[in-house]
């Protein structure tokens, strides 16, 4: 069931729990369907591919793979930390995503 996505691509993301626990890496895209994330560096994974007109040469290829959106905390602007995600509405009647931990507004 897909699930509200408080995390953007664009975003800098840790990774929370899994085998790449404390690694810090940039949301390439995200999956709402899915309720996943694909985080630039982390969760890499090896693919056998053929040699093909739109691969080029076969072989290992190492590339990333979607990690579940319960899995990754945003990191605080200002303390540099995990944090979650709460929205505001700024005087002007912008609504726009603030970190819980410091109360700081997260521009994209």
């Given at each position: 069931?897909?699930v509200?996505?408080?995390?953007?691509?664009?975003?800098?993301?840790?990774?929370?729990?899994?085998?790449?626990?404390?690694?810090?890496?940039?949301?390439?895209?995200?999956?709402?369907?899915e309720?996943?994330?694909?985080?630039?560096?982390?969760?890499?994974?090896?693919?056998?591919?053929?040699?093909?007109?739109?691969?080029?040469?076969?072989?290992?290829?190492?590339?990333?793979?979607?990690?579940?959106?319960?899995?990754?905390?945003?990191i605080?602007?200002?303390?540099?930390s995990?944090?979650?995600?709460?929205?505001?509405?700024?005087?002007?009647?912008?609504?726009?995503?603030?970190?819980?931990?410091?109360?700081?507004?997260?521009?994209?």
């Amino acid at each position: 069931m897909p699930v509200k996505m408080k995390i953007k691509k664009g975003d800098d993301v840790i990774v929370t729990s899994g085998r790449d626990r404390g690694k810090r890496g940039e949301v390439l895209r995200v999956y709402p369907k899915e309720s996943r994330v694909l985080v630039r560096g982390v969760n890499q994974i090896k693919r056998h591919t053929k040699p093909s007109a739109a691969a080029g040469q076969g072989g290992i290829i190492e590339k990333e793979a979607p990690l579940h959106i319960s899995n990754v905390a945003l990191i605080d602007p200002k303390s540099d930390s995990a944090t979650r995600v709460g929205y505001k509405t700024l005087d002007g009647g912008r609504k726009v995503r603030v970190a819980r931990k410091s109360g700081e507004v997260i521009d994209l």
